[in-house]
């Protein structure tokens, strides 16, 4: 199967959906089976009781495509509601990431000043290491990440996009 990866506009769904085994696997068994591309997909328990979950997908497509999505996922039945944060209008998305860097030298000083500049917070360090802790859009994060790989990158791990809709009401 071919994922597909057409030229479109960048979609951040919000879905609500039941706390339950399984639930994940049929959401993203959709976008599979139809050969969609998920580009980032986190997960949070959102009641005090635990009974629902928010799943935010990040995907791309023409509208069409996005339309047929979210009508699919309406359709799953532990999916309470579906939104697609980009069509609603204004909303704020963060990412997180770890980012280690080794260096000496010129190479760490630089990647202390990087930081800086990208007001990365430093949450481990070593003689010959730093993990620094980012947070911001994805552009953010990439641009951080794409500068730090001439400092010395050895790993990262990013947590995905999460995002919620501005304004006083909720989903």
């Known amino acids: 199967m071919k ?30 089976a139809r050969g969609y591309n998920i580009e980032s ?3 949070a328990d959102i009641t005090a009781d635990h009974a629902l979950s928010r799943i935010t997908i990040v995907t791309s497509g023409p509208p069409p495509i996005i339309d047929q999505i979210i009508a699919q996922l309406d359709r799953l039945v532990p999916v ?11 909303h704020v998305e963060r990412e997180i990431a770890l980012v ?12 202390l000043r990087l930081a800086d500049v990208f007001r990365a917070k430093v949450v481990d360090t070593t003689i010959n290491s730093f993990i620094f802790e980012i947070t911001g859009n994805s552009e953010k994060v990439d641009r951080f990440i794409a500068l730090m790989r001439e ?21």
Request: include cysteine; hydrophobic fraction near 45%; proline fraction near 0%.
């Open 151 to 171: 400092c010395g990158l050895v790993e990262v791990g990013r947590t995905g996009v999460v995002a919620i809709a501005r304004g006083a009401e909720a989903l």
């Open 80 to 90: 309470h509601k579906v939104t697609d944060l980009t069509d609603q209008g204004a």
């Open 41 to 43: 997909l986190t997960v």
């Open 3 to 32: 994922i597909t990866t057409e030229t479109g506009e960048r979609h951040v769904l919000a879905v609500t959906v039941d706390n339950e085994a399984g639930v994940l696997a049929k959401i993203t068994g959709l976008f599979t």
């Open 100 to 111: 280690k860097v080794a260096g000496t030298g010129d190479k760490r000083i630089e990647a």
